[in-house]
């Protein structure tokens, strides 16, 4: 009897919980990279407005495992129509990465005290950034979202069908 529950146990597991999961979490990526995408593409018609370059570091993030991540951290400060605004954007899709060079990089494009333009949403300029436009970057979320979604909706239909299969026992001597 134990083992029969073990196999239902199994048998939901990989027709329900893990298909839809992938389909869920890949629907959800694909939606908010999507959604970035846009606003990174319309982000090149924004205002722009001087600011300035508040604090520029590199921030190292240790995981659970002991893999490191490098981020660039900049903070960058901006005034539109005598309100002043904080800025943590750099470009749209900006990531982390276990090498440090790319976000060094960043880092000394955007020194401390340096003079910058700011692109900010004309309704809601506290959503800046410092590179407008649409870099490949940022391309990356929507595109884990959609292998996410293909594997899940395949899971949900593959599974199911080879489950169903009757199986051929082959008996090699």
């Given amino acids: 009897m134990g083992k029969e529950l073990s196999k239902r146990q199994l048998r939901l597991l990989f027709v329900y919980v893990l298909p ?8 959800f990526l694909s939606l908010m990279g999507t959604r970035d995408l846009l606003q990174a593409k319309k982000s090149v018609n924004w205002p722009c ?3 300035k ?9 240790t995981g659970d495992k002991g893999g490191t991540t490098y ?6 400060k901006f005034s539109v129509a005598n309100a002043v605004y904080d ?10 990465s ?8 960043i880092v000394n494009r955007y020194p401390k005290n340096q003079t910058v ?6 309704d809601n300029p506290k959503r ?36 169903k299969r009757p199986q051929v026992r082959h008996y090699w001597y």
Wanted: aromatic share 12%; net charge negative.
């Fill in 20 to 27: 839809y999961s992938f389909v869920i979490v890949g629907g």
């Fill in 98 to 105: 276990s090498d440090s060079s790319h976000a060094r990089s």
């Fill in 117 to 122: 333009t700011v692109y900010y949403m004309p």
């Fill in 128 to 163: 800046c950034v410092l590179e407008p436009g649409l870099k490949g970057q940022a391309w990356t979320v929507p595109i884990l979202g959609a292998v996410f979604f293909i594997v899940g909706c395949a899971m949900a239909i593959g599974v199911p069908i080879a489950i």
């Fill in 49 to 51: 407005a001087e600011g």
């Fill in 71 to 76: 981020h660039a951290d900049i903070v960058y």
């Fill in 53 to 61: 370059i508040v604090s520029s570091d590199i921030k190292k993030s």
């Fill in 87 to 96: 800025g943590t954007m750099v470009a749209y899709g900006d990531y982390g």
